[in-house]
């Protein structure tokens, strides 16, 4: 009897931002697959076989492929499969992939969204990524760059656009200088998030022109999401998440 795989979005950190129905999967799971962004609390509690697949940069622990096989190989064999995702598993989380495959084999899946770090994690360094007057609207980028790819996304600049670069800190020094490059004044904000919604949240604003250094020099890690645009001045006023969860 074939099971069942959810795709579930865990949020971006905070482990009370998951959706009331991917709890639910994850309640109802027989085997959770989860990766190396979910936050580790949001499983406790959780009565399922626990599988390790995450990636961090330059290492994984699964091949792709042998993800999708697995997800399938559970499925097959009757299971409910919660394939658990950080943030929401259709931004850069490669969903569209793997449920492709899986639907390739016959075997009924859902995808259930979880609240994106592009969105959440500015907010909780008190920063909206549109406001009235401000920003009209926002872009969001990976700034992850594979080897056969000259650029980044990033769009030419416009006062009233909110940038969040995501998975922003390994290649600052290329992204800094496509966005002097795209004609984003040397003084425009910049907001460097890390571990967004979580307990160890940390928050440096800086400048196009001075990002490079102050990354180094506050000891940004990963992962880490940029903010550019003028709503990061809003911040001072309305930041309101102390770094407790």
């Not at 962004?37 to 406790?44: D, I, Q, T």
């Not at 190989?73 to 899986?102: I, M, N, T």
């Not at 001072?236 to 102390?242: A, G, I, S």
Request: proline share 5%; charged share 20%.
């Amino acid at each position: 009897m074939t099971g069942f795989i959810s795709f579930v979005g865990a949020g971006p950190g905070d482990p009370d931002l998951i959706t009331v129905r991917g709890l639910r999967a994850l309640q109802n799971a027989d085997v959770v697959l989860y990766d190396n962004l979910v936050e580790l609390s949001a499983l406790e509690g959780i009565h399922a076989e626990l599988i390790y697949v995450g990636k961090a940069s330059g290492h994984h622990s699964l091949p792709q492929e042998e993800i999708n096989a697995l997800l399938c190989e559970q499925a097959l064999a009757g299971k409910r499969v919660v394939r658990f995702k950080g943030g929401d598993p259709s931004v850069f989380g490669r969903v569209g992939e793997e449920a492709l495959y899986v639907a390739s084999k016959g075997i009924p899946f859902e995808i259930v969204p979880g609240i994106t770090s592009s969105i959440a994690g500015p907010m909780y360094a008190g920063i909206p990524v549109t406001h009235r007057g401000i920003a009209d609207n926002f872009v969001v980028v990976t700034a992850h760059r594979n080897m056969d790819e000259s650029e980044f996304s990033i769009p030419v600049f416009n006062s009233k656009t909110t940038l969040v670069l995501m998975m922003a800190r390994g290649t600052i020094e290329l992204w800094q200088k496509q966005l002097l490059e795209k004609g984003y004044p040397k003084h425009h904000p910049i907001a460097l998030v890390t571990s967004a919604t979580s307990s160890k949240q940390q928050v440096v604003v800086t400048t196009v022109e001075n990002v490079v250094k102050d990354a180094e020099f506050y000891n940004v890690g990963m992962p880490t999401l940029a903010v550019a645009g003028n709503v990061v001045t809003l911040r001072e006023k309305l930041q309101w998440f102390k770094g407790e969860v």
